[in-house]
């Protein structure tokens, strides 16, 4: 009955903290102040004060530094991810594309109207760069115009779905690099998406991002997935 009642507590102390943080009372980069303090500014005891930091660190809110003490992060998206496993099954890419194209569609809008010329100077000299092929220039393009959306958090969960569909990613490219025609069409869906973000016209960027995904997903099943 004692350990059930000092999680309670300590539940308690780390919704106490969250509030306060998105009250603005602890600010992100600040020092929490020490477990002594806490405990007198909570009213509890220091089990509870050292289990709710302890919590608080494993959910990504504070940063534990060894002689120096506890400080408030920034908000880590992909820390939601992290305990998942994805394995690259025909229902689980299907799945991350389901997600890709409501997230990349609104991206690519995103970019079109919050592109910058350096952003867009970027994305041309990657794609003109015909020596750097295959996944790691397909998930440099993405993740250029993520940025480009200007939305943080978006660029965190297209990473973290890129990271997830990696090795099923890089097969595809293996396979298709036997098809001159597949690998041009892809090249040039990206060049389309980027022209349309150039142009800062949104609908047009989102269109043309939901060919490119459609496209790739129907490849990559036919071409890893379905032989695996």
Same mark, same amino acid.
């Given at each position: 009955?004692? $350990?059930?009642?000092?999680?309670k507590?300590?539940?308690?102390?780390?919704?106490?903290?969250?509030?306060?943080?998105?009250s603005?009372?602890?600010?992100?980069?600040?020092?929490?102040?020490?477990v002594?303090?806490l405990?007198?500014?909570?009213?509890?005891?220091?089990?509870?004060?050292?289990?709710?930091?302890?919590?608080?660190?494993?959910?990504?809110?504070?940063?534990?530094?060894?002689g120096?003490?506890?400080?408030?992060?920034?908000?880590?998206?992909?820390?939601?991810? $992290?305990?998942?496993?994805?394995?690259?099954?025909?229902?689980?890419?299907?799945?991350?594309?389901?997600?890709?194209?409501?997230?990349?569609?609104?991206?690519?809008?995103?970019?079109?109207?919050?592109?910058?010329?350096?952003?867009?100077?970027?994305?041309?000299?990657?794609?003109?760069?015909?020596?750097?092929?295959?996944?790691?220039?397909?998930?440099?393009?993405?993740?250029?115009?993520?940025?480009?959306?200007?939305?943080?958090?978006?660029?965190?969960?297209?990473?973290?779905i890129?990271?997830?569909?990696? $090795?099923?990613?890089?097969?595809?490219?293996?396979?298709?690099?036997?098809?001159?025609?597949?690998?041009? $069409?892809?090249?040039?869906?990206?060049?389309?998406?980027?022209?349309?973000?150039?142009?800062?016209?949104?609908?047009?960027?989102?269109?043309?991002?939901?060919?490119?995904?459609?496209?790739?997903?129907?490849?990559?099943?036919?071409?890893?997935?379905?032989?695996?």
């Amino acid at each position: 009955m004692e $350990k059930i009642r000092n999680k309670k507590v300590s539940d308690r102390v780390v919704e106490q903290i969250e509030l306060m943080i998105e009250s603005g009372e602890f600010t992100i980069g600040e020092k929490l102040p020490s477990v002594r303090e806490l405990c007198e500014l909570f009213g509890v005891g220091r089990s509870a004060v050292r289990d709710a930091i302890t919590t608080l660190k494993g959910k990504g809110t504070v940063e534990v530094k060894h002689g120096e003490g506890t400080y408030i992060c920034g908000f880590d998206s992909s820390s939601l991810f $992290k305990s998942q496993v994805l394995l690259p099954s025909i229902k689980d890419v299907h799945e991350l594309f389901q997600v890709r194209k409501i997230l990349e569609t609104g991206m690519a809008e995103m970019a079109s109207i919050n592109r910058s010329e350096e952003m867009i100077s970027e994305m041309e000299v990657l794609l003109s760069n015909q020596t750097d092929t295959g996944w790691g220039s397909d998930y440099s393009f993405h993740m250029l115009i993520a940025k480009a959306s200007g939305n943080e958090i978006l660029l965190q969960l297209v990473e973290f779905i890129s990271s997830a569909m990696k $090795k099923v990613m890089i097969e595809f490219y293996k396979q298709i690099e036997e098809d001159i025609s597949l690998v041009r $069409k892809i090249d040039q869906q990206h060049v389309t998406i980027l022209q349309a973000i150039k142009e800062q016209n949104p609908k047009l960027a989102g269109q043309e991002m939901m060919l490119h995904l459609t496209t790739v997903e129907t490849l990559l099943k036919s071409s890893v997935l379905e032989k695996a």
